[in-house]
Antibody
């Protein structure tokens, strides 16, 4: 069974940093591209970043480009999101999501999310 | 960026009824490789989103045939027949044809 478990969320002051993790199990992590997607309280879904299976291809939403860094450690089956210069508008539930297969562009599996609250 | 516009914002349905949700994109979702990367997701209350439909009309593993997707280019539709209580929640369309990936604002399906 595919499982994605996010962690690392919490309350952080504006301008500070936070690093999220997503531990994967139930599949060969190194074979799949991964994404971070967020959802502000009571709002819709916003794609944040993508990283290919071997980290060769990385893409970001303009709203986070230059502030967030997506990375992965295939030996540890873990996806990361390093977030810096956090703003109040970054407050959201952050999901990691796996693509269905190689060269697919939809989100087949989602974690339960980790909540990031940016507030002074 | 590709803007995804969903209508209606909310929908009331009786159990056993049928509903349609529309999703329009600001640009064609036909990829250079000929595929159209339009997908549908359902977010039930208090849960993570789940994939229902991918590439316009393909049901994901375990998804009931009561869910069907159709459309092409910039206009897409999700139909749900014989609505059941477990179908209630917010439906999102999403495009994966070009970065940044984008989603519609969602359609909330409620019981009448």
């Amino acid at each position: 069974e595919v499982q994605l478990v996010e962690s690392g969320g919490g309350l952080v002051q504006p301008g500070r940093s936070l690093k999220l993790s997503c531990v994967a199990s139930g599949f060969t992590f190194s074979n799949y591209g991964m994404n971070w997607i967020r959802q502000a309280p009571g709002k819709g879904l916003e794609w944040v970043a993508y990283i290919s299976s071997g980290s060769s291809y990385i893409y970001y939403a303009e709203t986070v480009k230059g502030r967030f860094t997506i990375s992965r450690d295939n030996a540890k089956n873990t996806l990361y999101l390093q977030m810096t210069s956090l703003r109040s508008e970054d407050t959201a539930l952050y999901y990691c999501a796996r693509v269905a297969a190689i060269s697919t562009h939809w989100f087949a599996y989602w974690g339960q999310g980790t909540l990031v609250t940016v507030s002074s | 960026d590709v803007v995804m516009t969903q209508t209606p914002v909310s929908l009331s349905v009786s159990l056993g009824g049928q509903v349609s949700i529309s999703c329009r994109s600001s640009q064609s979702l036909v990829h250079n490789n000929g595929n159209t990367y339009l997908s549908w997701y359902l977010q039930k209350p208090g849960q993570s989103p789940q994939l229902l439909i991918y590439k316009v009309s393909n049901r994901f593993s375990g998804i009931s045939d009561r869910f069907s997707g159709s459309g092409s280019g910039t206009d897409f539709t999700l139909k749900i027949s014989r609505v059941e209580p477990d179908d209630l929640g917010v439906y999102y369309c999403g495009q994966g044809t070009q970065y940044p990936y984008t989603f519609g604002a969602g359609t909330k399906l409620e019981l009448k």
